[in-house]
């Protein structure tokens, strides 16, 4: 049984930063794409960053270019570094990984952490 388990959130005040890590268990593989998803209250959850398990291209959505990066270990473990944040970016943050190719919904996802910027 595949198990994904966030860590790193908190509260922080504008202008700071997080790491957000994932520890993955069970029975992957390093060709499996990793990403971060978050969900604000009252909104959808969105797409925040992924990184391909067969090359370690990496995609953000445009409104945290430049200021997070993911990363990954040995395909266990996935990271978020998150500097310069915003208000706007309070929102509990998943992970998630997926076979190759596969759309995010089919794969496994973690529990989520809570991230809160302060103004």
């Known amino acids: 049984q595949v198990q994904l388990v966030e860590s790193g959130g908190g509260v922080v005040q504008a202008g700071g930063s997080l790491r957000l890590s994932c520890v993955i268990s069970?029975?992957?593989?390093?060709?499996?794409?990793m990403g971060w998803f978050r969900q604000a209250p009252g909104k959808e959850r969105e797409f925040v960053a992924s990184?391909?398990?067969?090359?370690?291209?990496a995609d953000y959505r445009d409104s945290v270019k430049g200021r997070f990066t993911i990363s990954r270990d040995n395909g266990k473990t996935v990271y978020l570094q998150m500097n310069s944040l915003k208000p706007e970016d309070t929102a509990v943050y998943y992970c998630t990984t997926s076979p190759r190719g596969s759309s995010w919904d089919s794969g496994y996802w973690g529990q989520g952490t809570q991230v809160t910027v302060s103004s």
């Open positions: 069970g029975r992957t593989f390093s060709s499996y794409d």
């Open positions: 990184i391909r398990g067969s090359t370690d291209s």
